[in-house]
């Protein structure tokens, strides 16, 4: 019983556990090829020329959960890169890096469109960060994320016990959770959308439209999309000083430059400073000593002087003491 419990857990295990994007790339690439795929991507590229910002910034990157750059819009940027996980299926991608740990300084990067490479990679939180990382203040970024609160995002919990597909294999990521780190990262929503109501079934392709829940979803902007974009915006908070600084002047010994065959070289005379300093303090030494000598010589006059009264007087006093007598 135990290694029946122990087998099952195994398998449940697997079965629910994310594998790193550049092993499962080539899986969901041949999902999103599919039906729904296709038009899960058509309803994607709608909403995103609808909250796309229009700044006409120069770089934007992009970051998909495919080879292939499924979102091929520049939107008015002069230049769009993509960067992929996976080397053995290199596609449309410029480089291949990991996407929690990008290849890039900070603060380059003036847009950051992550296609659904969140919830499909093994660390999403690390992967933001990088991302934020990179991105300039005032940039924006751009997130494309599966709904876990949609048909879809409810249909992949059975789903994943029973298909081996990548694609129901994914973080479940709510629309409150990725606002939360989004605002950890210093970078605030602006704007956000919601689509594709329509159950995930096996459609075909004269189906691929605009069905009656996906006319009431947009209408009354329901919640329940399989899929919903936030457009965030980077804000960086500059130190400012309460009170003006007061600086302090050092004194530092001049270094004059001469001038030899048109190169200018500087001339630092630190030894030359160094022997004018000490015979500048044994001078002063001297000059104390010769006072210090000067002012005992006078002291032993005025104590000779002094003396000589003394024996003088004493010599009269014996004087007059005699001549009376």
Known sequence: MRNLFRKAT???????????????????????????????????????????????AHRMMYLGVTSRQQ?????????????????????????????????????????????????????PHEVLKEASRVLKPCGHMILVVMNPYSAFGLTKWPARLFSSQAVWRHHSLRYGRMLDWLRLLNVQPVRAVSGCFSWPSRWRSEENKQG???????????????????????????????????????????????????????????????DREFRGKRAHRENDQASYDQEARMDLTDTQSVDVNVKAKQDNKLTGSILED
Request: hydrophobic share 35%; net charge neutral; glycine share 6%.
């Open 71 to 123: 979102l091929p819009e520049q939107y008015n940027h002069l230049h769009c890169f993509s960067l992929g996980a996976s080397s053995e299926n290199v596609g449309d991608t410029t480089a291949v890096a990991d996407f929690d740990a990008l290849p890039l300084p900070s603060e380059t990067v003036d847009t950051v469109l992550l296609h659904h490479a969140l919830e499909f990679s093994v660390s």
């Open 10 to 56: 195994q398998y449940f295990d697997a079965k629910h556990r994310i594998a790193p994007l550049s092993c499962s790339q080539s899986s969901i690439e041949n999902w999103f090829n599919g039906n729904y795929g296709q038009y899960l991507l058509r309803h994607e590229q709608e909403g995103l020329s609808y909250v796309m910002p229009d700044t006409g």
């Open 212 to 274: 009656f829940m996906d006319r009431l979803g947009q209408k009354y902007k329901m919640p329940g999309g399989a899929y919903y974009i936030v457009v965030a915006k980077k804000y960086v908070a500059r130190p400012t000083l309460s009170e003006p600084r007061k600086w302090k002047s050092i004194r530092i010994p001049a270094a004059p430059a001469i001038e030899r065959n048109g190169i200018q070289q500087a001339v630092f005379r630190d030894r030359g400073f160094r």
